[in-house]
């Protein structure tokens, strides 16, 4: 079992910058991939970024403007996301324990509670 616990969020204006963190414990795997998904209002939870050892990959849309990454000896999962705007306002998830560097939200059997970025314009 795994614990994951999102912090970071918050309201940031149109154009600025945002760090979110994913604190994970418990049986934390390091081969395993970790992920960042989001859920705008009224629309379905959508994977952002996946990254494990050999590598990461994003949604396309947002490639150049988010970043993941992770560092193992603290079992934190980053998301630093730039030139935010307003449909980049959502509760953003963390997940783990997928195998596979995927952005589908069934292969990740752990999920935290979710942080909130709301981007003002």
């Known amino acids: 079992e795994v614990q994951l616990v999102e912090s970071g969020g918050g309201s940031v204006q149109a154009g600025g910058s945002m760090r979110l963190s994913c604190a994970a414990s418990?049986?934390?795997?390091?081969?395993?991939?970790m992920g960042w998904f989001r859920q705008a209002p009224g629309k379905k939870r959508e994977g952002v970024a996946a990254?494990?050892?050999?590598?990461?990959t994003y949604r396309e849309s947002l490639k150049g403007r988010f970043l993941i990454s992770r560092d193992n000896a603290k079992n934190t999962l980053y998301l630093q996301m730039n030139i935010l705007n307003a449909e980049d306002t959502a509760m953003y998830y963390c997940?783990?324990?997928?195998?596979?560097?995927?952005?589908?939200?069934?292969?990740?059997?752990?999920w935290g509670q979710g942080t909130q970025v709301t981007v003002s314009s």
């Open positions: 990254i494990g050892r050999d590598g990461d």
């Open positions: 997940a783990a324990g997928s195998k596979y560097y995927s952005l589908q939200e069934s292969d990740y059997p752990y």
């Open positions: 418990g049986n934390v795997d390091s081969r395993d991939i």
